[in-house]
């Protein structure tokens, strides 16, 4: 939503003030702002592999939607790995191995739908849990494992914003691509009269307008947005992360827990009191 309000800031501040002045006619050259369309589509086509233009195609609706990282989902992230290590603390490791092999119809897990919609943080979860059911396991081993994992998904989530941001800094150069044939078309035409050829020339530079009022106005935020969104999921992945290495050394669920609300952002972050009393509210309930 902030993305439309933020377009239609720089609309008002560009086109609008530019109305005010002058006519919107003169900006209206079709041909232009269909070259430097299909300049930006085969640059995205001709430099990106068929998987990465998926990624980035996918990831392009999540800048619409409101942020899904927030403190409400980080309650209930630990919480669930709370209720699963007091599980674990209470009736042994073998008793999670149910809900870890199958945490869809699992009731553990069902309580946190919100939770659960984030696959990769729930697969990332259930993965090292089920590691933990399996054997013994070497914490600093599996720290370094859970580096590689979280670096490796963090370069992939990364990937669109990057995509989108290379976009954005090849517009300018497209629309002077197109601003210079335009000029090109001036130039053949210096028999027409001043007023023809000032109308041409006009028309020429409105490629280089909109080249750089899509790359900074437009299509950079974009590259922004998908960026912070993909800070804001590795968050997820830390907070698993320190939590089950806290319970793997000894420390017990709540204590484990207030490892993982450490590591998080201060906005997302709820307080100490806020999260333990949410914690006894899950032990009487529990």
Known sequence: MLLIVGYIVVLLASIGTYAMHGSLLALW????????????????VGGNSPRAMKATLGALPSVLKGERYNKALYMNLLGLMYEVLAKVRKEGLMAI???VENPESSALF???????ADHHAVEFLTDYLRMMVGGNLNAFEIEALMDAEIETHHHEAKAPADIV???????????????????????????????????MLAGALVGTFLGILLSYGFVQPIASQLEQRAEAG????????VVLLASMNGYAPQVAVEFGRKVLHS????GFLELEEDIKNRKKSG
């Open 234 to 241: 590795a968050k997820v992945f830390q907070c698993i992360k």
């Open 165 to 199: 941001a290379k976009i954005a800094d090849g517009l300018p150069a497209f629309g002077i691509v197109v601003a210079v044939m335009g000029v090109v078309n001036v130039m053949g035409s210096v028999g027409e009269p001043p007023a023809v050829l000032g109308k």
């Open 267 to 270: 906005a997302d972050r709820p």
């Open 29 to 44: 050259v079709p041909l232009e702002y269909l070259a430097i369309f299909g300049l930006m589509v085969g640059s995205f």
């Open 97 to 99: 191995e149910a809900d």
């Open 110 to 116: 069902g309580k946190y739908p919100d939770v659960m």
